[in-house]
């Protein structure tokens, strides 16, 4: 019997062009190109979180409608949705391309002369790829490099196209990265220079008019711009104010990132074995749905391109389940919540599981520290996503495993930063956890917690200090080792338990795993009302360990605690 010949599994490859001719796993997406040719607006704005394959998207658009790239168009696309169903615009434009992430934003005068060489490269690059079309293109660029007209070097493109009689379409990838640094910043200083840039006379504001201007003669006929965030285009509507925002369109949900279906297929193209896929890989990378209508949910796909890459490397699931690469996040979710009212939103998310909200289309920097634009704004980051509606609003949730770590690593962080005592001795945590798993001594690391984390707490987080707030800083400390995967909110149906400790695949020698039930009362609480949530504590953990789900679980071991204060806890262990 013939042995199938696999494609290579493209992480960390986003040319479409180049994965199409190296034979590596390309999940379809070309079908959206109809899609977006047939919009009667040619100008299209759309966004998604980091690492959701927007790069991949913008080359495949490269590709397609590249004048120069006629002649490999069966080589490219012969194979795909699109080539078999070609458009009328194929293969018809000069491409005009912008990328504006690694602007430098240090200050005024630096990013002016980022920005505006960004722009001059590009035009640059246009003027050199397309010299067959532009008589005098040499010309024209020895002339751009010794005028440095900067911004202005857009009118030299667009001219060239208008008095040679061919169009452009222009793409801009990372459209909002200088502002998202800006925002991070999380200081005035940072509001003032985003103001000067995209104010009425700005640079930023400048170069959108004159695309726009452009596509009023039809020099420039199609656009597609994006990034990961829609907060500069409220600023930048009357500078750029024809763009049709496909964002939360329904029929655009799965155009970028993976349905279950694809995965499943991306599965069999590159060999990946599912027999060495031992954990949840729904639960941990799926999650994301973009419109309440959407059809699909979906996965991030550097998610699923790290996991899979490392099982075909190394022939076992990562060690590190969440990829560190999505550890960046945190940085941004730490300086985005540097007022006080973002952080108690944030913390209220993680106390929920999410939030109740509409999701704003576009918005200004300076409506970040109003509830609605923040969790939209954290909904386009990634961070958040619908789950259903909700009296003519939605209920939106943490899309999955992976980006909960990232909340409650931002927790464990911001409550060490705020309560100066507190430190993470990693060596007696990792002792105490080892005991844990190995010994089935609970005592020892609920000691080490309350010691260490809960008895240092500033009186800022002792104000929050409920059940809630004990069981993701629980969950924060117990994601710092790798011998579990702590699971939030468990489903064991019926019922959610607080806390359960999966054995983490990587270590099948662990010997027990656990179920948590969690009860806080004020150190002023009476004895009958400690009594109380105790007997309520035990029948729910009662509940979660003859649950179905629980059933094949001999080794799992199961206590309730109750902390009376941040000092007292009392720990019964039942069977």
């Given amino acids: 019997m013939e042995t199938k010949a696999f494609k290579r599994l493209p992480y960390g490859n986003s040319d479409f062009r180049d994965i199409i001719i190296q034979n590596y796993a390309y999940i379809d997406k070309t079908r959206f190109i109809e899609e977006l040719e047939n919009e009667s607006n040619p100008n299209h704005f759309f966004i998604r979180p980091r690492k959701f394959g927007k790069s991949l998207f913008i080359t495949m658009l490269y590709n397609y409608y590249n004048i120069n790239r006629k002649d490999e168009f069966e080589q490219v696309f012969g194979n795909q949705y699109i080539g078999k169903y070609p458009t009328p615009e194929r293969n018809s434009y000069a491409m005009l391309e912008f990328d504006f992430s690694g602007l430098d934003t240090s200050d005024v005068e630096s990013f002016k002369k980022s920005f505006s060489g960004k722009v001059q490269s590009a035009v640059r690059l246009f003027l050199g790829i397309y010299e067959h079309l532009i008589p005098g293109s040499g010309i024209l660029i020895r002339r751009m490099d010794e005028k440095d007209p900067g911004i202005n070097a857009l009118d030299i493109a667009f001219d060239s196209a208008f008095k040679n009689g061919f169009k452009i379409y222009v793409i801009i990838d990372e459209y909002d990265h200088f502002a998202n640094d800006l925002i991070a910043m999380g200081t005035l200083a940072g509001e003032d220079f985003y103001r000067t840039m995209i104010s009425a006379n700005g640079m930023v504001r400048d170069f959108y008019e004159g695309i726009k201007t452009a596509t009023s003669t039809s ?99 990562p060690e590190n389940i969440v990829d560190l690469n999505l550890k960046t996040d945190y940085g941004r979710l730490r300086r985005l919540t540097q007022n006080e009212n973002n952080r108690e939103t944030l913390l209220q998310i993680m106390k929920d599981g999410g939030a109740v909200s509409e999701i704003m289309e576009k918005f200004s920097i300076d409506m970040l520290s109003d509830d609605s634009y923040f969790i939209s704004l954290l909904f386009y980051m990634g961070l958040l996503t619908i789950k259903e509606p909700y009296r003519f609003q939605l209920k939106l949730c943490i899309p999955n495993y992976s980006v909960k770590t990232l909340y409650w690593e931002y927790l464990a962080k911001q409550v060490m930063e705020t309560s100066p005592g507190m430190t993470i001795r990693s060596q007696p945590l990792n002792d105490a956890i080892y005991t844990l798993a190995m010994e089935g001594d609970l005592q020892r690391f609920i000691t080490y917690i309350s010691e260490s984390a809960f008895g240092k707490l500033s009186d800022y987080d002792l104000q929050r200090f409920d059940e809630k707030y004990i069981q993701i800083l629980l969950l924060a400390y117990l994601f710092m080792s790798n011998v579990y995967i702590p699971m939030s909110e468990y489903e064991t149906v019926p019922g959610r338990a607080d806390i359960f400790l999966q054995r983490n695949p990587l270590f099948p020698q662990v010997r027990y795993e656990w179920v948590f039930e969690i009860k806080y009362c004020k150190a002023s609480a009476k004895e009958e009302e400690i009594a109380a949530k105790s007997k309520e504590g035990l029948e729910q953990l009662t509940q979660y360990i003859h649950a179905h789900r629980m059933q094949d679980r001999p080794s799992l071991k199961a206590a309730l605690i109750v902390f009376t204060g941040k000092n007292r806890f009392e720990i019964t262990e039942i069977q």
């Fill in 219 to 317: 020099v420039v006929y199609r656009t597609f711009i994006t990034g990961i965030s829609p907060v500069m285009l409220d600023d930048l509507t009357s500078g750029y104010n024809i763009a049709k925002i496909l964002t939360l369109n329904p029929k655009y949900n799965e155009m970028m990132g993976f349905t279950q279906a694809e995965v499943e297929w991306l599965m069999k193209e590159t060999g990946v074995d599912p027999s060495l896929i031992n954990v949840d890989m729904e639960a941990y990378y799926n999650g994301y749905l973009f419109h309440r209508d959407g059809k699909n949910r979906v996965y991030n796909p550097a998610m699923v391109l790290y996991f899979f890459e490392q099982i075909l490397s190394f022939g076992r699931p």
